[in-house]
């Protein structure tokens, strides 16, 4: 399974990027898949994710700002980041892992998943 990740960028505070996630290789459609971001000295942080089921959840600092959406026809996963904040800025990355779990299991787990996407950088300037 190969992830390319796009659509990062430097934007200034309350603005929107949309990442897109291009999924390629041997994938199902009922992969659990997400986001993870990495800022600079911090660990890996579950954004977003869509569980196996269809579910989806988000970290509570995103809540309210961010979407998760995929496309199985078009193996597109997106993230729709509104109203940024100095705080969001990070390397984000796509991930993706054949695991069947919920959205609750699966962002509890996102940075163990087993496919990942070289990253995209989002810079939110104040």
């Known amino acids: 399974v190969q992830l390319v990740e796009s659509g990062g960028g430097s934007v200034q505070a309350g603005g929107s990027l949309r990442l897109s996630c291009a999924v390629s290789?041997?994938?199902?459609?009922?992969?659990?898949m997400g986001w993870v971001r990495q800022a600079p000295g911090k660990e890996r942080e579950g954004v977003a994710v869509?569980?196996?089921?269809?579910?989806?959840r988000y970290a509570d600092s995103v809540k309210g700002r961010f979407t998760i959406s995929k496309d199985n026809a078009k193996n597109t996963l997106w993230l729709q980041m509104n109203s940024l904040k100095p705080e969001d800025t990070a390397m984000y990355y796509c991930a993706a892992n054949p695991s069947p779990m919920t959205a609750v299991q699966a962002l509890a787990v996102i940075p163990g998943f087993r496919y990942w996407g070289q990253g995209t950088q989002v810079t939110v300037s104040s």
């Open positions: 290789g041997y994938y199902y459609s009922t992969y659990c």
């Open positions: 869509i569980g196996s089921d269809g579910s989806v």
